[in-house]
C-alpha cells in the first residue's frame, strides 16, 4: 500500500443521490453500476444507505438494493448502511437478509442503525436480530459473527455493538467531532475481545486538488441548504457556482461543512484517510462520495484506489 504499511482497506457507502445530472430512476440505476465499479476497483464492500421521501437520495430499500447488487458482482461484499431497525421487526429484518445470506453465501453485510429514531427497545431489537439469523458463518478476523453491523454518530450506539459482538461503523460525515468518543467508547467496551471497527467519511478527490475543492464545496453547499431545511439535489459545479443561487447563510455554513469533507488530490486524500484509521485503530475506511456528475464521482473512487493501491491488494 503506497506511503504507508497500516492494513487500511477501502470500501463504498453509497446513498444513491438524486442530482442536477440524475433523476431518481438514474441515480438507482447508478448506484448499481458503481457496485460493478468498486468491484473491478478492488473495494472491499458496498453498503447501502436508506432514506425517505427526500429529495436528494432516491433508496427507501438498502435491502433490496443490497439483492439487485449482489446479483451483479460476484466477489464484493454487499450490503446495508444501514436498515432503520426501529421502523421494522427484527424478524422481518433477520427473514430478508437471511435469505440473502443464504442465496450468495458470505458476502452479505447487515449494517442497521436508528438515525433520529431514538427508541428504548433498540438494543433488544439488535439482540433478537442477532439470535435469528443463519448460522455457520465462517470466523474471520475481518468480519463480525452473522456480519451485523452497528452505526452510530454520537457515541451511544458503540458500546452496544461491542457487547454484542458486533461491528461498528462510526458515521464520520455526520458528526466529525463526535468520532474520537465514539471510538473510545467502542474500543473500551472491546477490551481485549476481537473488534470490528470502521468509520464513514465523506470524501472526494480528483485529477488536481482545485477540481477536488469545487467538488467539495458544492456538496458542502448541499449539505448547508439540508441543515436549514431545504431538501434538493446534489447541485452540479455550474449550479453551485452561481452566486445569486445561495444565500450568505447557507454560504457561511458551507464552509464549516466542507471543512468535515476530505478533499484533495488522491495522495493527500489516502494520507488523510489512513491517519483518520489509525488515530482511531480502524482497518477499514468506507468512502461516501457525493458529486452531481457521476463521471466525477466515478473517477474519485478510481483516483483513491488507485492511490491505495487497492487493486493489487484484492478483495478478501
Same mark, same amino acid.
Given at each position: ?11 463504498v ?6 442530482t ?59 450490503g ?49 436480530? *442477532?439470535?435469528? *439469523? ?8 475481518t ?6 453491523w ?18 461498528y461503523?462510526?458515521?464520520?460525515? *455526520? ?52 441543515d ?17 443561487e ?20 488522491p ?5 488523510? *484517510?489512513?491517519?483518520l ?40
Amino acid at each position: 500500500m503506497t506511503g504507508s504499511t497500516t492494513p487500511v482497506t477501502l470500501s463504498v457507502l453509497d446513498q444513491s443521490p438524486i442530482t442536477d445530472h440524475l433523476d431518481r430512476t438514474e441515480a438507482l440505476q447508478e448506484s448499481l453500476r458503481l457496485a460493478e465499479r468498486a468491484e473491478r476497483e478492488g473495494y472491499r464492500r458496498i453498503w447501502y444507505a436508506e432514506h425517505h421521501h427526500s429529495m436528494s437520495f432516491a433508496s427507501p430499500a438498502p435491502e433490496t438494493m443490497t439483492a439487485l447488487a449482489l446479483e451483479r458482482t460476484t466477489r464484493i461484499r454487499v450490503g446495508t448502511g444501514g436498515i432503520l431497525l426501529p421502523l421494522y421487526t427484527p424478524q422481518k429484518v433477520a427473514e430478508t437478509m437471511g435469505l440473502l445470506q443464504r442465496v450468495h453465501g458470505d458476502r452479505v453485510d447487515i449494517g442497521i442503525g436508528r438515525a433520529a429514531l431514538h427508541t428504548n427497545d433498540f438494543p433488544h431489537k439488535v439482540e433478537t436480530l *442477532l439470535s435469528r *439469523l443463519p448460522e455457520g458463518m465462517p470466523q474471520t478476523v475481518t468480519e463480525p459473527e452473522h456480519r451485523v453491523w452497528v452505526l452510530g454518530a454520537g457515541g451511544t450506539s458503540a458500546p452496544l455493538a461491542a457487547s454484542l459482538g458486533a461491528g461498528y461503523v462510526q458515521g464520520h460525515f *455526520l458528526s466529525p467531532s463526535s468520532t474520537p468518543r465514539g471510538m473510545r467508547a467502542y474500543w473500551d467496551e472491546v477490551g481485549k475481545k476481537p473488534g470490528f471497527a470502521v468509520i464513514a467519511v465523506r470524501a472526494v478527490t480528483a485529477d488536481t486538488a482545485e477540481k477536488a475543492q469545487r467538488l467539495a464545496a458544492a456538496a458542502a453547499l448541499w449539505r448547508a441548504r439540508k441543515d436549514l431545511n431545504y431538501d434538493s439535489p446534489i447541485p452540479s459545479l455550474e449550479h453551485a457556482e452561481r452566486d445569486k443561487e445561495w444565500s450568505d447563510e447557507e454560504r457561511a455554513r458551507a464552509v464549516t461543512r466542507e471543512n468535515g469533507f476530505i478533499h484533495g488530490t488522491p495522495e493527500h486524500v489516502r494520507d488523510q *484517510l489512513l491517519a483518520l484509521a489509525e488515530q482511531h485503530r480502524a482497518s477499514e475506511i468506507m468512502v461516501n462520495t457525493l458529486t452531481s456528475d457521476p463521471a466525477d464521482r466515478d473517477a474519485s473512487y478510481t483516483l483513491l484506489a488507485d492511490a491505495f493501491d487497492q487493486a493489487a491488494v484484492g478483495v478478501a
